[in-house]
């Protein structure tokens, strides 16, 4: 149904980039404009979107700075992102291969460094304090962070968890543990950093998904599903839509999105 080529063996989303780009939410203009607003964007400046996957954070802001930088360990994730930047004609972006932990690095000053989805795969306090060297003395840094689809929130998502782990059984459903501490908030590691001025916005809004994005979105996860499934696959495919079908035959489901945005500066407003 949603199956790509991109198959490689290494890093923790490797083979996940094309239904990453498709399938992955994007952000919703409200977000973008309290970014425009605490970064005070207007066409200058530089960008870096540290963890950037596919570019969806990055495009977002791109047409607001005058250069963009999108950083991920994935070479696929860069290669879509590239791809995706083409195919909507934006130029001022560069994609560079490397991780949080190749910080500072040559990269150069910025004004604004965002994370999406992604400070919870990073040595937080380490690279708060690279980045320290690299944010310019009026910069900031923006943090976003919303759920994983599969929580138990809804029966639609409680039964693609149900049916996620009949497939893989003895404990393959488990997910790659995140370097963070989550019992510690981001907030708390920004307190001690040289960005400890932060200020919290949360959105709550209805996310609508089709069965075929929630497939896209479950083989563009850390878990690697499509890999474990092997052969199964189809039959993956076939039981969840059934079910799903079952619930709401319109085949249209509403998820309750909490999306959580930290924008910290090294003084306060």
């Not at 425009?36 to 990055?58: E, H, K, S, V």
């Not at 979105?217 to 039981?239: C, I, K, M, N, V």
């Amino acid at each position: 149904m949603t199956d790509r080529p991109g198959n490689s063996t290494d890093g923790l989303f490797a083979g996940t980039a094309w239904h990453y780009a498709r399938f992955r939410p994007g952000y919703p203009q409200v977000f973008l404009d309290e970014v425009f607003r605490r970064a005070n964007l207007d066409g200058t400046g530089r960008l870096l979107d540290l963890g950037c996957g596919t570019g969806q954070l990055t495009l977002a802001l791109a047409a607001h700075v005058a250069e963009a930088v999108g950083m991920d360990p994935e070479p696929e994730m860069l290669t879509e992102a590239a791809r995706q930047a083409h195919a909507r004609g934006i130029s001022n972006v560069t994609w560079a291969h490397g991780s949080s932990a190749d910080l500072p690095g040559q990269l150069g000053r910025f004004r604004l460094v965002t994370m999406g989805r992604s400070f919870h795969w990073m040595d937080r306090a380490r690279v708060l304090t690279a980045l320290d060297e690299m944010v310019e003395d009026n910069g900031i840094l923006v943090i976003a962070s919303d759920a994983f689809l599969i929580r138990p929130i809804t029966t639609w998502q409680r039964t693609i968890a149900d049916i996620q782990r009949r497939f893989l059984p003895n404990g393959q459903d488990e997910r790659p543990v995140p370097i963070a501490n989550l019992f510690v908030r981001h907030e708390q590691i920004l307190a001690n950093s040289p960005f400890p001025h932060v200020n919290r916005h949360v959105y709550d809004f209805p996310r609508p998904w089709t069965i075929e994005q929630v497939i896209g979105y479950l083989y563009s996860t850390s878990l690697p599903l499509r890999h474990l499934l092997g052969d199964r696959q189809t039959a993956f495919e076939d039981a969840l839509t059934t079910a799903l079908l079952d619930l709401e035959p319109t085949g249209e489901f509403i998820e309750p999105v909490t999306l959580e945005l930290l924008t910290a500066t090294r003084t306060g407003d």
